[in-house]
């Protein structure tokens, strides 16, 4: 591979679980082509690059491929990743089943877990390290590859977690090497190395989801970059990761599980992009599928980031992740009456197959699809996703009054209508989780829906929560893609340290700063991908003494005592509204390096503000409220900034379709944005 100056245009693909979403960008003016295939779940890269050709992509006018992968995550959801051992201190081999006394159902006491290492693959040795680094036994060669031989014909990939290796990892590193020397075909990883920080439960989680990822990680990168490199591209594509960053393809395999829930994660860099574009840097994301409800938050242009998110039920993934919240609430939710009589709808989808009863696919049980179709807010001949298969109305209308009205004793449009405010308020409820339950006012905020169903219920859930305006992209559908384009270069660095903060060596940590940064740039630069400026955020994880849970502050580097305790305790306040008069802890610090890409830099023509009635392509009734009102449909391709209207309406294109509420007004902004705005 060379590293040729930058050419024109920049390649997003995200691969979802339906579709692989295609997207270019023209650098000399900014302009889009998008594209959708089939994603192909038995070998992602068959569908990669059946997008790529799709668009009949000229290989050698591309700067930059940058790719959202879904494989790590399919492979912990569906538990198809790698066969792995679990090598751990005697006496610390049921962490994975003991977690943290959670359960799978809160109010009952059955329900299984089911480890991504079974127990009959875990095997303890005789080592002991101390809290403080002191390494009290070493660990014995013989006995641990006797251990390890026992198992090693039934597994991919080894993880070695030792008891407080984030103090002190000579045991692990000592027990990684001596199992490579043994068996160099063997993925080895050391969790203490690998998330060198307090939490054995969390640590061993994190090391045991990288291990079980990396050999299917690997052979897949692998592949998609022998296929990217024989159809003529410059270099490998790099790879999206939770953070919402970009790496290189060598780094993502050697990080596997930083790519989990990378689509997500794309999806929320765009949103963040768009909101700020259209001049707002608080943003609630929303991007509604077929399945689920993914919601996050942007304060200041920035997606908030957790340093820990469950990837599955007590399989928690402990690296920088965009928080990111998703709830079971999607075009395919199921609708029913519970026992008490109670319409519910979802966490239950019927899937793409058989799909909702309109499919026609045998799917008897009504879904959100079907009450938007009832009620005409979606058209039959023109699907969400283009025209991909006919929608029958008729069987709608069969499954909801069978399910749901005689049931509740109402008339099938009232019954879709009732569908529809449940499975709103259940996403209203988690975009309040995520705002008013992080201390902000959703009202400081816009809504930036998207997905193929999101702008369908973006106006519902204004409404729900007291959001004033929406901000709907272009292109909802394929939005993940785009973000993947406008990703930043970003590599995470985190080192205990687990000291008074009277006590901790502030010449030795900024070293550590030091060193961090100057790896950072190694990366970067090693990943070829053009940056034009580099970036450093430094962050304190502490608590009081006495405390278990912490708080993370941002620090400026050079770091220095009196600066880290006055951000630490003005934080504490914020959160809290007080501080203690205990001593602070500092226990980790994280660093995060940014190579910050190229952006162009755009400017917009005053706007000729005028009615948006010759985008009008037919009206048609549809229901609000409780009754049929006569609605305009409007053609989003035929709509142009400055353009405006009032709701009812419902603006339709190819990848999903824009419901606007009675009470709201439409405009159109200079980046071809609908901005949603709530009548006062």
């Known amino acids: 591979m060379t590293n040729d100056a930058p050419r024109p245009q920049l390649v997003g693909v995200d691969v979802g679980g339906t579709f692989t979403d295609v997207v270019v960008r023209d650098e000399r003016d900014g302009s889009l082509r998008v594209g959708k295939v089939p994603s192909t779940p038995e070998d992602q890269s068959r569908g990669f690059m059946e997008g790529l050709a799709a668009l009949d992509i000229d290989p050698g006018s591309v700067a930059l491929l940058i790719h959202g992968t879904t494989v790590a995550t399919n492979a912990v959801i569906e538990r198809k990743g790698a066969e792995c051992l679990l090598v751990t201190t005697r006496g610390f081999r049921d962490a994975l089943e003991l977690g943290r006394r959670d359960r799978p159902q809160v109010y009952g006491l059955r329900g299984s877990v089911h480890p991504l290492v079974p127990r009959r693959l875990r095997v303890e040795v005789d080592e002991r390290t101390r809290a403080d680094g002191t390494v009290t036994r070493e660990v014995d060669e013989d006995e641990l590859l006797a251990a390890v031989e026992t198992h090693v014909d039934e597994v991919g990939a080894v993880v070695v977690s030792f008891l407080h290796a984030y103090a002190n990892p000579a045991n692990e590193e000592a027990a990684c090497a001596a199992i490579r020397r043994r068996w160099p075909e063997l993925y080895v990883i050391p969790a203490g190395v690998s998330l060198p920080r307090i939490s054995e439960f969390e640590r061993t989680s994190t090391g045991v989801v990288h291990a079980y990822v990396q050999p299917i990680m690997n052979r897949y990168l692998s592949s998609l970059a022998s296929a990217v490199d024989e159809a ?23 990080r596997p599980a930083n790519t989990v829930r990378s689509g997500p ?14 001049g707002f840097p608080n943003a609630i994301t929303a991007d509604m599928g077929g399945t689920s409800f993914d919601v996050a938050l942007v304060v200041d242009g920035i997606p908030t980031v957790t340093d820990e998110k469950l990837v599955d039920f007590r399989i928690p993934l402990r690296v920088p992740t965009i928080d990111v919240e998703t709830l079971g609430a999607g075009g395919g939710s199921l609708a029913s009456i519970d026992a008490a009589g109670i319409l519910r709808v979802g966490p239950e989808s019927a899937g793409a197959m058989p799909g909702p009863a309109c499919y026609g696919r045998g799917g008897e049980q009504p879904t959100v699809t079907d009450a938007n179709l009832v009620l005409r807010r979606i058209n039959p001949d023109r699907p969400i996703g283009g ?143 053009p940056v034009e400026a580099v970036a450093l955020g430094v962050q304190a994880e502490m608590h009081f003494e ?126 071809g944005n609908l901005i949603l705005e709530v009548a006062s």
């Open 232 to 254: 003529g591209y410059l270099r490998p594509p790099a790879i999206v990761q939770c953070n919402g960053g970009i790496m290189s393809l060598g780094h993502a395999i050697d």
């Open 265 to 278: 994660a794309a999806g929320v860099i765009a949103g963040a992009t768009v909101a700020r574009q259209a």
């Open 387 to 529: 025209k991909r298969l006919d929608l029958d109305v008729s069987l709608s209308i069969k499954a909801i009054q069978a399910h749901v009205a005689d049931t509740l004793g109402v008339g099938v449009e009232e019954a879709a209508e009732a569908i529809l405010r449940v499975v709103d308020g259940r996403m209203g409820g988690q975009v309040r989780i995520m705002s008013v339950g992080r201390g902000h006012d959703p009202r400081d905020f816009v809504l930036v829906p998207f997905g193929g169903a999101g702008p369908l219920h973006g106006a519902a859930i204004m409404r729900d929560v007291g959001i004033p305006r929406a901000v709907v992209p272009p292109s909802p559908g394929v939005t993940s893609a785009i973000g993947c384009i406008d990703a930043d270069v970003r590599y995470d660095f985190v080192q205990s340290i687990r000291q008074p903060l009277a006590d901790v060596d502030f010449d030795a940590v900024n070293r550590i700063v030091d060193e961090y940064l100057t790896e950072g740039r190694r990366l970067i630069e090693q990943g070829g991908v």
């Open 546 to 671: 006495g405390q278990r849970h912490a708080i993370r502050v941002e620090v400026e580097s050079p770091l220095t005592r009196d600066d880290v305790e006055r951000a630490f305790r003005e934080e504490y306040r914020r959160q809290y509204g007080t501080v203690l008069d205990n001593p602070a802890m500092l226990l980790d610090l994280e660093c995060h390096v940014v190579g910050r890409r190229p952006r162009r830099v755009e400017t917009w023509p005053e706007l000729d503000e005028q009615p948006w009635d010759d985008a009008v392509i037919e009206r048609r009734d549809v229901y609000f409220d409780g009754a049929w009102r006569d609605t305009p449909i409007i053609e989003r391709t035929a709509l142009f900034p400055g353009m405006s209207g009032v709701g009812p309406a419902i603006v339709e294109q190819d990848d999903t379709t824009t419901v606007v509420l009675p009470d709201m007004s439409v405009r159109v902004d200079h980046a």
